[in-house]
């Protein structure tokens, strides 16, 4: 709240609202009903075998002949091609990348897919920004697991999950008695193992931006700027590479490690007092009014749509812009200083990293 009592629109984050946790405890209400799976990637690959080991019937679905559904036909799963799973499936989960959900919607799945089907997503961002319109009656949900598809597979086996968020952005037109797009999408947080963590409601639009912000803004972007910067400083100060890239990119494990399984607070106990004393001096110079500038306006291109219509324009347009950056990225020092650090650690390939 503003001083004169009105609202400013923004939340301080003392007073933040928690978020709204569903049992979904039970994958039942999929069972009997058919189950596709379109894509075998990171994402498809686990969601697919998890459901199986479910109980759950599923097939999956992708381009004629493509070295996915070889994969999934080797693993054991029936094969069809993608318009025939969106005709003929009560819910057809789309793990495909993000920027070909419009042409695969309109060319497969728009044609064939009838109110009362459920289309799922794993990320929110097609259909937030309106590059997937579906037709009414259909339910659109969306279980987006907070990790990636070998993590969520491997806590699979092991009896555990991971937490996912859980949306529906439209219910299904649902003959009476049958379970309704919610449900459905609860049976599939459940079925790939999420529901024994924890699965967070949320929306389309809260999990497409904030999934956006962050890897723009921390995971990937920050992440990597930062790590380049400091890498380039200390080489550029006369420090060798080797030295530079341990230091500055090796590490990040050692201390993500640390957060991902004690939080901020534990981070910082176990840290070194010196480690500690130089987080205080060093977060706020680097974390400075430029970067939250810097941060407002990444958030401002994501939530109008601008960063989604640049990529999807790239992609459309033979994705050159993407691709130049990526061997631009790929050539950069820090990758021959990266890959004399990971020499240093042979056992890195057998225990499955590289
Ligand atoms: N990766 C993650 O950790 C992660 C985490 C959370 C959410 N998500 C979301 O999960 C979804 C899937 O991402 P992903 O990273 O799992 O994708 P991915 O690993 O890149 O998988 C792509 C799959 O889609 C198929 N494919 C690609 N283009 C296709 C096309 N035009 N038509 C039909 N099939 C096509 C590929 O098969 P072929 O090329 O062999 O045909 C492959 O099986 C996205 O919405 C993403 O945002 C991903």
């Given at each position: 709240m503003r001083p004169d009592g009105e609202k400013s629109g923004k939340i301080s984050v003392m007073e933040a609202?928690?978020?709204?946790?569903?049992?979904?405890?039970?994958?039942?209400?999929?069972?009997?009903?058919r189950v596709a799976v379109v894509g075998y990637g990171n994402q498809g690959r686990a969601h697919a075998l998890n459901l199986r080991d479910s109980g759950i019937d599923v097939r999956v679905a992708g381009r004629p002949g493509s070295d996915a559904r070889g994969r999934a036909a080797s693993d054991g799963f029936g094969t069809l091609d993608t318009r025939m799973a969106a005709g003929q499936s009560d819910l057809v989960i789309l793990a495909l990348p993000d920027e070909v959900h419009a042409e695969v919607w309109a060319h497969d799945v728009a044609p064939v897919i009838?109110?009362?089907?459920?289309?799922?997503?794993?990320?929110?961002?097609?259909?937030?920004?309106?590059?997937?319109?579906?037709?009414?009656?259909?339910?659109?949900?969306?279980?987006a697991p907070k990790g990636p598809g070998t993590t969520l597979r491997a806590r699979?086996?092991?009896?555990?999950?991971?937490?996912?968020?859980?949306?529906v952005q439209q219910e299904r037109d649902a003959a009476g008695g049958d379970p309704s797009a919610h449900a459905l999408a609860c049976a599939w947080a459940a079925g790939i193992g999420c529901g024994r963590a924890g699965v967070v409601r949320t929306s389309f639009e809260a999990e497409a931006v904030t999934d956006l912000f962050g890897e723009q803004a921390?995971?990937?972007?920050?992440?990597?700027?930062?790590?380049?910067?400091?890498?380039?400083?200390?080489?550029?100060?006369?420090?060798?590479?080797?030295?530079?890239?341990?230091?500055?990119?090796?590490?990040?494990?050692?201390?993500?490690?640390?957060?991902?399984?004690?939080g901020p607070a534990g981070m910082r106990r176990a840290i070194s007092n010196t480690a500690e004393f130089g987080t205080y001096r060093a977060a706020p110079l680097?974390?400075?009014?430029?970067?939250?500038?810097?941060?407002?306006?990444?958030?401002?291109?994501?939530?109008?749509?601008?960063?989604?219509?640049?990529?999807?324009?790239?992609?459309?347009?033979?994705?050159?812009?993407?691709r130049a950056a990526r061997e631009a990225a790929a050539a950069h020092p820090m990758e021959r200083a990266g890959a004399?650090?990971?020499?240093?650690?042979?056992?890195?390939?057998?225990?499955?990293?590289?």
């Open positions: 609202p928690p978020c709204p946790l569903e049992p979904c405890l039970s994958a039942d209400a999929l069972r009997g009903r009838q109110a009362g089907q459920v289309a799922g997503f794993i990320h929110g961002s097609s259909i937030h920004f309106g590059l997937v319109r579906p037709g009414a009656g259909i339910g659109i949900v969306m279980v699979f086996q092991q009896g555990q999950g991971i937490p996912a968020l859980l949306a921390v995971l990937c972007g920050g992440m990597m700027g930062l790590a380049q910067a400091a890498f380039e400083t200390l080489v550029e100060a006369g420090y060798p590479p080797l030295l530079a890239y341990t230091e500055c990119v090796h590490e990040i494990k050692q201390v993500a490690d640390l957060l991902y399984a004690r680097i974390a400075d009014e430029h970067v939250r500038t810097t941060m407002r306006r990444l958030l401002d291109e994501i939530r109008s749509g601008e960063f989604t219509r640049r990529m999807q324009s790239d992609h459309d347009a033979g994705a050159t812009w993407f004399e650090v990971r020499a240093l650690m042979p056992w890195l390939e057998a225990e499955g990293h590289a």
